[in-house]
């Protein structure tokens, strides 16, 4: 599917595409950030020999909600890796179809379970506080790069939900490559 939003109804798939917009401004926003500290911990190390202080403390939490956002547009535009040679052997669309669905349906009970597993870790923070595990130098509580887990998760089961809602809605058409390519 190129746009699943394109499927949409018109202002909750305007909605959806600018999740995305944001989320895609946060990935290259810290894929920046991680660029230009590593820079300025090379500069900072072999140039005035010195540490840039507890930098990796302060990355983790970008680096968490980085791979969860990444993977939530990975789960909208359905390009996440997979081993699945059906799409190259089947060519029947009600086939393929009925396969599509049965995969996002799975995918999307499985990240339900996911979903419900990460609030059961942020509820599990939340009860320990003022007790909160953190980081040694900057005492960054751990909830925070958890928090990127939950919201990710919740992502990809929104959009998975929203990729099965389009395939029961369009029908079999949706999956002939000869009508719609289907990735």
């Not at 996911?114 to 599990?124: E, F, N, P, R, S």
Request: net charge positive; aromatic share 16%.
């Amino acid at each position: 599917m190129k746009d699943l939003a394109q499927h949409l109804p018109g202002r909750f798939g305007r909605f959806v595409q600018s999740m995305i917009r944001a989320k895609s401004a946060f990935i290259v926003a810290s894929a920046l950030i991680m660029a230009f500290t590593f820079f300025f911990v090379v500069i900072f190390r072999y140039i005035f020999k010195t540490d840039l202080f507890a930098y990796e403390e302060w990355l983790l939490p970008i680096c968490f909600w980085m791979f969860f956002m990444g993977a939530a547009v990975g789960s909208y535009e359905d390009s996440h890796i997979n081993a699945d040679l059906f799409d190259n052997i089947l060519s029947n669309p009600k086939a393929l179809w009925i396969r599509k669905v049965i995969i996002v349906g799975l995918e999307l009970i499985i990240t339900c379970f996911l979903v419900y597993w990460a609030l059961l870790m942020i509820g599990d923070e939340i009860a320990a506080y003022p007790n909160w595990k953190s980081t040694i130098a900057l005492k960054i509580p751990f909830v925070v790069p958890r928090l990127g887990i939950l919201l990710g998760f919740a992502l990809m089961g929104f959009y998975s939900a929203l990729h099965l809602y389009v395939l029961l809605k369009v029908g079999p058409r949706l999956t002939d490559p000869t009508v719609i390519d289907s990735k």
